[in-house]
């Protein structure tokens, strides 16, 4: 594990899960130096701390649209849309 990875942001939150995943595997297999280890663990929490924020981020927006589509309509809302 080289320093410009644990650098990089990751480009999108399925990329960082991606490679969260190949970390664990990593670690899980015993593969790596003590100090590669810890860089690694470094790397997974940086990599989990941008998933939460992207997750953060997207129920944000999720309860801004759902306030949106469950506001009552008004009779200007409707805009002569028939119903019957």
């Given at each position: 594990?080289?320093n410009?990875?644990?650098d990089?942001?990751?480009?999108?939150?399925?990329?960082?899960l991606?490679e969260?995943?190949?970390?664990?595997t990593?670690?899980e297999?015993?593969e790596?130096?003590?100090?590669?280890?810890?860089?690694?663990?470094?790397?997974?929490v940086?990599?989990?701390r941008?998933?939460?924020?992207q997750?953060?981020?997207?129920?944000?927006?999720?309860q801004i649209?759902?306030?949106e589509?469950?506001?009552?309509?008004s009779?200007?809302d409707q805009?002569?849309?028939?119903?019957?």
């Open positions: 594990m080289s410009d990875d644990c990089k942001k990751p480009l999108s939150f399925e990329q960082a991606a969260l995943g190949q970390l664990v990593k670690l297999a015993g790596l130096s003590l100090e590669s280890s810890i860089d690694a663990y470094k790397r997974g940086e990599l989990i941008f998933c939460t924020a997750l953060d981020k997207v129920e944000r927006q999720v649209l759902d306030g589509l469950l506001k009552p309509f009779p200007e805009n002569g849309v028939d119903h019957d």
